[in-house]
């Protein structure tokens, strides 16, 4: 068989090499810039593990694809959610809601990790190449429009461990920001779906709040800002070529967990090559539902505004809060009954 041509080497396009080779397809992944990992400066994200159905974290679904957990990896079971009436809210789960990850160039990121995975199967990197979506087999470039901005701000610090979220509009329309601050490092994120043009002055009044609240001394600091899109496409074909990751739409629209949704696509992409598969077929069964949902979520989350995060935020301290989030994320009849709502509400936007 060819080798696969990839576009773009973020998350979707390096697990698709993955999956290929371990198929024992050849791959070769083409990035516009000159490494993995660049866009983010050894940032903190997280593997949430709420939503899995059957409980199962996704680092251990990354360790039954054969992925070596060789990176950074922190699993969090307290945090502090701030709601918008100002009251601090302390949850706990019994296992970890999220594993905190790093995103970037560096050794100890999951980027770097699953690069050196895959040139020890064999895959070809090449960057500073950019690849026409054209040329290539498997799209994985990315968001291509803005549905949500995200600016990030990462930096050094001696203050302790710090898991913390703030849920209010008047922070960031319809999003959320975070500090996560472990073993000296840091990063604060806010995320929001509207008021783009107001972006700088959220940004300012988070960094004023969190530099109040906790007394952060910060040295080499570094600001990025991302765009993030989602759609459920009718199809993740573009000719011949198949789309993964938020090329093809497959983003969390309720919080943003975008990888599991990058991973799995370039999953069944890989499955789809390598038996002959319909890859709309595969995606539309194992991922449209995941979509759909966290459509509903997003549109209830929109709809309750900050009282609706007053209510969720002391509900959650009453339990352990990775069992009630995952109860937030589960399928029902009410949410089946929104969906064509929050499908028409979507409509009206990117
Ligand atoms: C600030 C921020 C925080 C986030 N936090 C989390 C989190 O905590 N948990 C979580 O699960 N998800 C999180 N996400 C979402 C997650 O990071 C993304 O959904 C996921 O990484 C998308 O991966 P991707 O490979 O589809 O796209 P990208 O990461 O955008 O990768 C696309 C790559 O393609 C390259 N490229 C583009 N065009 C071409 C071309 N023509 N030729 C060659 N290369 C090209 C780009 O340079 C880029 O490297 C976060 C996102 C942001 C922005």
Same mark, same amino acid.
């Given at each position: 068989?060819?080798?696969?041509?990839?576009?773009?080497? /973020?998350?979707?396009?390096?697990?698709?090499?993955?999956?290929? @080779?371990?198929?024992?397809?050849?791959?070769?992944?083409?990035?516009?810039?000159?490494? @993995?990992?660049?866009?983010?400066?050894?940032?903190?994200?997280?593997?949430?593990?709420? =939503?899995?159905?059957?409980?199962? !974290?996704?680092? !251990?679904?990354?360790?039954?694809?054969?992925?070596?957990?060789?990176?950074?990896?922190?699993?969090?079971?307290?945090?502090?959610?701030?709601?918008?009436?100002?009251?601090?809210?302390?949850? *706990?789960?019994?296992?970890?809601?999220?594993?905190?990850?790093?995103?970037?160039?560096?050794?100890?990121?999951?980027?770097?990790?699953?690069?050196?995975?895959?040139? +020890? &199967?064999?895959?070809? %990197?090449?960057?500073?190449?950019?690849?026409?979506?054209?040329?290539?087999?498997?799209?994985?470039?990315?968001?291509?429009?803005?549905?949500?901005? $995200?600016?990030?701000?990462?930096? #050094?610090?001696?203050?302790?461990?710090?898991?913390?979220?703030?849920?209010?509009?008047?922070?960031?329309?319809? /999003?959320?920001?975070?500090?996560?601050?472990? /073993?000296?490092? $840091?990063?604060?994120?806010?995320?929001?779906?509207?008021?783009?043009?107001?972006?700088?002055?959220?940004? *300012?009044?988070?960094?004023?709040?969190?530099?109040?609240?906790?007394?952060? *001394?910060?040295?080499?600091?570094?600001?990025?800002?991302?765009?993030?899109?989602?759609?459920?496409?009718? =199809?993740?074909?573009?000719?011949?070529?198949?789309?993964?990751?938020?090329?093809?739409?497959?983003?969390?629209?309720?919080?943003?967990?975008?990888?599991? %949704?990058?991973?799995?696509?370039?999953?069944?992409?890989?499955?789809?090559?390598?038996?002959? +598969?319909?890859?709309?077929?595969?995606?539309? &069964?194992?991922?449209?539902?995941?979509?759909?949902?966290?459509?509903?979520?997003?549109?209830?989350? #929109?709809?309750?505004?900050?009282? /609706?995060?007053?209510?969720?935020?002391?509900?959650?301290?009453?339990?352990?809060?990775?069992?009630?989030?995952?109860?937030?994320?589960?399928?029902?009849?009410?949410?089946? $009954?929104?969906?064509?709502?929050?499908?028409?509400?979507?409509?009206?936007?990117?």
């Amino acid at each position: 068989m060819k080798t696969i041509s990839i576009a773009g080497s /973020g998350i979707a396009g390096i697990s698709c090499a993955y999956f290929l @080779v371990t198929k024992g397809i050849a791959a070769a992944v083409y990035e516009k810039n000159p490494s @993995v990992g660049k866009q983010y400066p050894m940032s903190f994200q997280a593997f949430e593990n709420f =939503t899995d159905p059957d409980g199962i !974290e996704f680092i !251990e679904h990354l360790r039954s694809y054969g992925i070596k957990a060789d990176f950074y990896l922190k699993p969090v079971t307290e945090l502090v959610i701030r709601s918008p009436d100002g009251k601090e809210h302390l949850l *706990k789960s019994k296992k970890p809601v999220w594993h905190l990850i790093k995103r970037g160039n560096q050794d100890g990121s999951f980027d770097v990790s699953l690069m050196r995975q895959c040139l +020890e &199967k064999g895959v070809s %990197f090449h960057f500073n190449t950019l690849l026409p979506p054209g040329n290539a087999d498997v799209i994985a470039i990315g968001p291509t429009k803005v549905g949500g901005l $995200a600016r990030e701000w990462v930096f #050094e610090t001696e203050h302790e461990d710090v898991n913390y979220l703030v849920m209010d509009n008047s922070f960031a329309p319809n /999003g959320y920001v975070f500090l996560f601050v472990a /073993g000296g490092h $840091a990063t604060m994120t806010l995320a929001t779906l509207g008021r783009f043009d107001l972006i700088d002055a959220f940004f *300012k009044k988070t960094k004023d709040f969190f530099a109040g609240r906790f007394g952060i *001394k910060i040295t080499n600091e570094i600001e990025r800002t991302h765009f993030a899109n989602f759609f459920i496409p009718q =199809t993740a074909m573009q000719g011949k070529a198949l789309k993964v990751g938020e090329a093809a739409g497959f983003q969390d629209y309720m919080l943003g967990f975008g990888m599991k %949704f990058a991973i799995t696509s370039s999953l069944l992409a890989a499955q789809a090559i390598a038996h002959g +598969e319909n890859y709309d077929m595969l995606w539309k &069964k194992e991922l449209l539902p995941k979509l759909e949902l966290s459509l509903c979520n997003r549109f209830i989350y #929109e709809s309750a505004g900050d009282f /609706g995060f007053n209510f969720f935020t002391a509900a959650s301290e009453q339990h352990d809060f990775r069992e009630y989030m995952g109860l937030w994320h589960r399928q029902s009849l009410v949410k089946k $009954a929104l969906l064509p709502i929050a499908k028409f509400a979507k409509a009206g936007k990117i």
